[in-house]
Nanobody, 117 residues
Framework: VQLVESGGGLVQPGGSLRLSCAAS????????MSWYRQAPGKERELVAG????????NYADSLKGRFTISRDNAKNTVYLQMNSLKPEDTAVYYC???????????WGQGTQVTVSS
């Protein structure tokens, strides 16, 4: 299982970023996928999740309306569209895959998002 995040970087407050997580080494369309983030000195927290078929999503309450998770099973990729970014969104963003039966979790290496003027 390999998960590779990309798309992070430095963005001004109010800006947007689209993160991507490219998956390989497993049957992507069978796995639920999630995005988490971890800010300095804080615990890792759930940002958003999406079911294997992409027919159901969930979000951290504080992020609803600004972030959108989606997936393309043909491209083995999950995305996180982030709009109206705030300095408090600064964190390392991680992609996670959850196996359908064992429910074992697999993590990517993370991508840094910095929101600053």
């Amino acid at each position: 299982v390999q998960l590779v995040e990309s798309g992070g970087g430095l963005v001004q407050p109010g800006g947007s970023l689209r993160l991507s997580c490219a998956a390989s080494g497993f049957t992507f369309s069978r796995y639920g996928m999630s995005w988490y983030r971890q800010a300095p000195g804080k615990e890792r927290e759930l940002v958003a999740g999406i079911t294997s078929a992409g027919d159901n999503t969930n979000y951290a309450d504080s992020l609803k309306g600004r972030f959108t998770i989606s997936r393309d099973n043909a491209k083995n990729t999950v995305y996180l569209q982030m709009n109206s970014l705030k300095p408090e969104d600064t964190a390392v963003y991680y992609c996670k895959a959850r196996a359908p039966i064992t429910r074992r979790d697999y993590w990517g290496q993370g991508t840094q998002v910095t929101v600053s003027s």
